[in-house]
């Protein structure tokens, strides 16, 4: 992207220096050490530096060691944050910080969905990157997660939000829903509904379906749904 669009480089490198003025944003060669574990192996571009947050409530400014990898198909696809501070432990999962130091944001419905709306990378940083540190702050100072902000780990978290989404709170009724919302096709009215009802889905939860189908593109709840089903096939 940043060869066959040298604007929107250009945009957002700007962008980046008003809004994070620690962070640059350069094109790095193969080997380049996004964090102690993690180096690149083919040339990209990268945001690294430092990157200062605000604690809510309070007059208190911290700072945290980051890197951002802009992927091949920016801003179409997600950048990658990565963990570079002593601060924040790799292979943490507790902190949501996985084994190369990446950092899980949340779900990829979720994030995508928030990310399409107005991708760029100001918005990564207030959208996702700002949240997850402070997140990350409130650990430091507490030695314990705040009660704001987090869900389970991989299928868990993912049923979660799901389950938030719908406004359902039976386990397997929810991973049945997220089966026909990750189809490209609408399901018909005739399908039994997935609540467990027994009642075809023009009779039961159609609109909640459908209107949840408006919400969320079913290509991202194909990702989500692998998700579940690579964590506990057992399970589903």
């Known amino acids: 992207w940043y060869k066959s669009n040298r604007k929107l480089f250009r945009d957002e490198k700007a962008a980046l220096t008003a809004g994070a003025p620690l962070l ?4 790095a060669s193969p080997g380049f050490r996004l964090n102690s574990v993690h180096t690149l192996k083919k040339e990209s571009v990268v945001v690294h530096g430092t990157y200062g947050i605000s604690i809510p409530d309070s007059a208190q400014q911290i700072e ?3 890197s951002i ?3 091949n198909k920016y801003p179409k696809q997600l950048p990658d944050m990565f963990c570079n501070d002593p601060k924040l ?3 943490d999962i507790d902190r949501h910080i996985m084994d190369d130091g990446s950092a899980c944001l949340g779900v990829y419905a979720d994030i995508m969905t928030r990310w399409s709306l107005k991708p760029g990378i100001g918005s990564f940083l207030e959208n996702f990157v700002a949240p997850f540190l402070v997140w990350q702050a409130y650990y430091d100072t507490h030695q314990k997660p705040p009660s704001w902000g987090e869900r389970s780990h991989f299928a868990e978290g993912v049923i979660e939000y799901y389950a ?3 406004g359902l709170n039976k386990h397997r009724s929810v991973v049945e829903f997220v089966r026909l919302l990750a189809r490209k096709n609408r399901p018909k009215g005739h399908e039994i509904c997935p ?3 027994g009642d075809r889905l023009r009779n039961c939860h159609r609109d909640l ?3 949840t189908r408006k919400k969320v593109s079913w290509k991202y709840v ?3 749904l692998q998700t579940v089903f690579r964590d506990d096939q057992s399970k589903y």
Do not use: F, Q
């Not at 640059?24 to 094109?27: A, I, P, R, S």
């Open 222 to 224: 194909g990702k989500d």
């Open 195 to 197: 609540c467990g009802s």
């Open 209 to 211: 379906l459908y209107n």
């Open 64 to 66: 945290y060691g980051i």
């Open 164 to 166: 938030e989404l719908l």
């Open 89 to 91: 432990p790799v292979g």
């Open 24 to 27: 640059g944003m350069v094109t």
């Open 69 to 71: 990898l802009m992927p």
